[in-house]
């Protein structure tokens, strides 16, 4: 059988991953490309079939909800790994940690003086019909100064080649554990793509993590006790919960299992009686966190965290109150906020963003529906948001009516000419549109993985990348080219 023939890949003008406009590897990319055309349509199929079963006999799994029932499925993975040259990814690098910087000095402002609203650089409405705003969290200091500990910035790369933040996610995001498991499966179908050696490794995650976790107790000279908790086994990610607690070895737990006593100490039920714990890293939302303080029907949570992490006796990753910064409002003024806590200019840019709120910006908004993508405030997964250009003329008035209703909850972006990447199907590679999402660490030093989760889009010219929505993933790697 003959060899994949690269010569009629075409990625129809956009940027592409791996190949130029003419068919040419680029350069961090001819290794890997060269393995591959070495490889028959069959051969590949057979890799593709191996990642398969490795990834039902490893478990790897994630949770669509549809029409009010839930379904466990096998992760979608695409063998062809996305490659970014080194030297790119460290100006990426600088600029995420740039971002999470002055994020995390935003959202300990807006909790103690609000300087930023004071000073007119946030105007005040923005905050004041903020959903995550938590008036509870007023006047805490976590440890470090740090609320967003672990954030997951979403990257898009246009047809020029530029990378764009497309937003942050830092109320709990997801997605680290498939981009682990990623290179595990990688590794286990295609081991010749590894043996040149310049690819970055991403599997120190876990034990980045367990740092700085660990950074946060309020027994610094103890062991300190960390734990997961989570909402459940019917929680969409809870496969990814219990895959960080194995590998960082610590416990998984629900609300249930903990308990704050008197003295504002967080114990959790052991089978030797209660245990004290020091670290929460909470993959509950805000509002179920904690009946006391939040919504009093909550079984999710466990009544007097709010009280425990207030007095410093437990401490919180993230912190309650961090999704504040995660609104695709402010997203619109994170530029200007680099430059008022850090006096730098941005090091990635964002996507130029229309805020609804705006007279002039709503205008042209709803003159412009049909070139526009607009996005609710605070939805995420990729719901509840309008693709002009493939909309129908109906679902742009329904969504005029929403924008004019309740303009603060909206904003509006170009429709990018996302990037491709070769995926497989049938044993031939097809361009299909992939972002980005890279994780940050912050505690004492501030951690960007090497590379990220790719997401890929597998339904020809969609660019919706969700796996709950139909998008699939890939390995991400960072690639040393010569002389780096």
Not at 101 to 111: E, G, K, S, T, V
Not at 457 to 464: E, F, Q
Not at 475 to 484: R, S, Y
Request: proline share 7%; net charge negative.
């Amino acid at each position: 059988m003959a060899n994949v023939d690269w010569t009629h890949y075409s990625n129809q003008h956009f940027y592409d991953e791996l190949l130029s406009t003419n068919g040419i590897p680029r350069e961090a990319a001819k290794p890997l490309c060269d393995i591959l055309a070495s490889f028959t349509s069959k051969e590949l199929d057979e890799r593709k079939i191996a990642a398969e079963v490795a990834i039902r006999t490893m478990g790897i799994t994630f949770t669509v909800y549809s029409e009010g029932s839930t379904i466990d499925r096998a992760w979608p993975f695409d063998i062809v790994p996305r490659i970014i040259p080194a030297k790119e990814w460290r100006v990426v690098e600088a600029g995420l940690k740039q971002r999470v910087d002055a994020l995390n000095l935003f959202i300990d402002d807006l909790y103690h003086d609000q300087q930023v609203v004071k000073d007119g650089v946030l105007p005040g409405e923005v905050l004041a019909q903020s959903v995550n705003f938590r008036p509870q969290c007023m006047g805490i200091d976590p440890p470090h100064g740090v609320w967003a500990h672990i954030c997951g910035s979403d990257l898009v790369r246009d047809s020029d080649g530029t990378l764009y933040v497309l937003e942050d996610n830092l109320r709990v995001p997801s997605g680290v554990s498939y981009m682990l498991e990623n290179r595990n499966v990688t590794k286990r179908v295609l081991p010749e793509l590894f043996e040149t050696g310049r690819i970055l490794p991403v599997d120190d995650y876990p034990a980045q993590l367990y740092d700085m976790l660990a950074s946060m107790s309020p027994r610094p000279s103890d062991e300190p006790q960390i734990v997961v908790l989570t909402p459940g086994i019917y929680n969409s990610a809870y496969y990814e919960h219990a895959y960080l607690a194995q590998q960082m070895g610590v416990e998984l737990v629900q609300g249930s299992d903990l308990i704050v006593d008197d003295d504002d100490i967080v114990h959790m039920h052991t089978v030797d009686g209660l245990k004290r714990v020091d670290v929460i890293y909470r993959r509950v939302d805000d509002l179920f966190l904690d009946p006391e303080a939040f919504h009093p029907d909550s079984l999710l949570g466990t009544p007097g965290l709010m009280r425990a992490w207030r007095s410093g006796k437990v401490a919180l990753a993230n912190a309650p109150g961090a999704g504040v910064a995660d609104d695709k409002v402010v997203y619109a003024f994170v530029p200007k906020l680099i430059k008022y806590y850090l006096d730098q200019e941005p090091t990635i840019p964002n996507v130029p963003s229309y805020l609804c709120m705006l007279d002039e910006d709503r205008r042209y908004v709803l003159d412009h529906l049909d070139e526009l993508v607009v996005k609710p405030a605070n939805e995420s997964g990729g719901y509840g948001m309008l693709i002009g250009p493939r909309a129908t003329e109906q679902e742009r008035r329904e969504f005029a009516r929403r924008i004019e209703a309740d303009p603060r909850n909206y904003m509006a972006q170009p429709t990018l000419a996302l990037s491709t990447a070769p995926t497989l199907f049938d044993g031939a590679p097809e361009p299909r549109h992939v972002d980005l999402r890279p994780f940050i660490l912050s505690g004492p030093e501030t951690h960007v993985t090497m590379g990220g989760l790719t997401r890929v889009a597998l339904v020809k010219d969609s660019l919706v990348v969700n796996s709950s929505q139909g998008g699939g993933s890939k390995d991400t790697w960072i690639v040393e080219t010569e002389g780096e």
